[in-house]
């Protein structure tokens, strides 16, 4: 399944879409997706609290960047923190702006 | 034994880490409470107890070389995370707390050799970042996951983690490794001791001792880098979803497998697990019953029957060519009749073909979903494991459940059990679901694992892996003539680490100058 998701990543590279939410998408993808890709316990725990169709966090529209930031670096529920080792502060950047989709 | 060693002042660890971020620069230098925060045990019995100071994250075995050298110099313990990743097992705490975590999670690189079905790793892949590489560039060889796979390839092999595929028992897997030794010193095992060997990831010895085992769990050097087998793509998968429906069935069900898995017909590591096991990644407790301690007979029927499950379950895959798979299922379908399953469902894939998530550890695809468990209490949870070394006896094993769930009952706890067969032994993994949010269900928790622990060890049984709180407990079961092998750690722990900075008290190895405070 991770395999097709890539390949329609590698398609979007080549469409030359925007570099900066490219990035984040696939950050997104290396860093976040394990868990809240399709079968991903972040997003089998969030569709207990939601409606399930928007539990994948790219299927959300009320992210706010600086929200995504926060919940990533002290966690929630039994979402553990994410170190800074594992995703830098600049990636992290990317990536709420990613699932954001601009709002800031 | 215990952490009761004097800490370095606050003016040397800040001495250190100044020097540490000289090498590895300020950006992967992480010092504030946040830091401290998600570097601590995420699934913690007391979580104040395990904090570091600080971690870096290096990029490369020679930034890794300075880093140990730098500790050294100023006496500083440093502990060893390859992604930090350990739920269950203290996540990327170190046992003595204010040391300084060495996080790994930076170090990438992946070198597979296609033909010979083997990588080079370092410590900081991830089993989803080599699924990627592999699968982005369809080669075509397998990886054996664990039922959570977040953390390093490397890191899980090093702490002796299981999959589920004929590669499952994935410290066996490794094959050479890049060892920072505790001066800095940096040497090679097996083949790679000699430059260039084309064979360093296919020979596993090299000449005179084999090391590699000797960097497994332990605290003598810093594995940069390490070779693993990988699996080749099998012509078919084929087996069997098995379901028994009695608590008593675990008995004659271990006699089954055993002697298939023994003989190899049965190549993987099957594991048995409990109705529990399957059902809380599907639903939380209150979804069926309000009351305090172990779920009653009737709470457990209604989910077993809501999700179809036997008390005891077991997914058994054959892998390889068809016509070897072939003669295989209809040796395993006789002798799995023969103790009348409540369920089989057979299961067949061929490359190429689709198949649901809860299929792909089989397959070695990574997966994170089975951690849902950690919701079972309806907030903020978690595990921890009791998981000692059986025999493939059944009625031992059935003797070691009798008592096991008598004791979960006894501290008001929801049972959860696998027995995973290695090829000769079988692994009792036992896992106790917390609830973080409830301080009184935690008082329990800690006296409920020295029961168990007590337990086993009087039937000689002692665990195969620990959490950091209990790696002292679980050592010290290990004590014939004396604690021999305590004492003989020590003293490789003394010469190769005589200031006794890497990762003091990991597997209850303490250097020497923690010894002499004395034991706990």
Known sequence: MRGVILLGLASLISLGAQAADLDGKMLFHQKCEMCHGAAGMGTGLLARRMKPEVAPLEKRDDLSAAYVERAARIGILNMPPITRGDVSDAQLASIARYLSKGKP | ?520
């Open chain 2, 1 to 520: 034994m215990d952490a009761s060693h004097a800490p370095p002042s606050a003016a040397t660890l800040d001495k250190t880490l100044k020097a540490m971020a000289g090498v590895v620069g300020a950006a992967a230098t992480f010092a504030t409470q946040e830091d401290c925060d998600a570097y601590s045990d995420r699934f913690p019995i007391d979580p104040h107890r395990h904090r570091p100071f600080a971690a870096v994250a290096p990029t490369s075995a020679e930034q890794v070389q300075a880093l140990v050298r730098i500790a050294a110099a100023h006496r500083v313990p440093i502990w060893t995370v390859s992604r930090g990743k350990n739920l269950g097992y203290g996540t990327a705490a170190p046992v003595v707390a204010s040391s300084i975590v060495l996080d790994l999670s930076r170090m990438q690189q992946i070198t597979v050799d296609v033909e010979n079905a083997t990588v080079l790793l370092e410590p900081g892949v991830g089993f989803y970042d080599l699924y990627d590489y592999l699968q982005t560039r369809n080669i075509p060889l397998w990886l054996s996951v664990p039922g959570n796979s977040w953390g390093s390839v490397i890191g899980n092999a090093l702490d002796r983690g299981l999959g589920y595929t004929p590669y499952g028992e994935n410290t066996r897997n490794l094959c050479g490794m890049e060892v920072v030794l505790p001066d800095g010193d940096m040497v090679r095992t097996g083949m790679g001791a000699m430059p260039n060997a084309p064979s360093w990831q296919l020979h596993k010895y090299g000449y005179g001792p084999a090391w590699d085992q000797l960097f497994v769990q332990s605290n003598f050097g810093i594995v940069t880098k390490a070779g693993m087998w990988l699996m080749p793509q099998p012509q078919i998968v084929r087996g069997f979803d098995v379901e028994m429906d009695r608590m008593e069935d675990l008995g004659p069900l271990i006699d089954v497998i055993g002697p298939l898995r023994r003989e190899g017909v049965l190549q993987q590591s099957p594991t048995i697990g409990n109705w529990f096991r399957a059902a809380n990644i599907l639903t939380t407790r209150k979804q069926w019953t309000d009351k305090a301690g172990s779920l009653s007979d009737d709470v457990i029927a209604a989910i077993r029957k809501q999700f179809g499950l036997g008390w005891w379950g077991v997914s058994l895959r054959l892998y390889g060519r068809e016509t070897v798979v072939q003669a295989n299922m209809d040796i395993l379908e006789k002798a799995l009749n023969a103790i009348k399953p409540m369920s089989m469902k057979p299961f067949s894939w061929r490359p190429g073909e689709p198949f649901t998530p809860t299929q792909g550890g089989w397959m070695g695809v990574p997966m994170t979903f089975p951690l849902q468990s950690a919701n079972w209490f309806g907030g903020r949870g978690g595990h921890i494991g009791f998981s000692p070394v059986l025999t493939q006896s059944g009625k031992l094993a059935m003797e070691q459940f009798n008592r096991t769930y008598a004791r979960y009952k006894e501290f008001g706890m929801d049972y959860q059990a696998s027995f995973a067969f290695g090829e000769r032994h079988l692994l009792n993994v036992n896992a106790i679901l917390l609830n973080l949010d409830d301080p009184q269900f935690m008082k329990r928790v800690d006296p409920f694992l020295r029961t168990l622990i007590a337990d086993a060890r009087q039937h000689g049984y002692g665990e195969y892996r620990a959490h950091i709180d209990y790696m002292d407990t679980v050592a010290d079961c290990y004590d014939y003539n004396n604690h021999a092998l305590r004492r003989l750690n020590e003293r490789v722990k003394d010469a190769l680490d005589p200031v006794g900075i890497l990762s003091p008290g990991k597997s209850g190895i303490w250097p020497a100058a923690y010894r002499k405070e004395g034991k706990a």
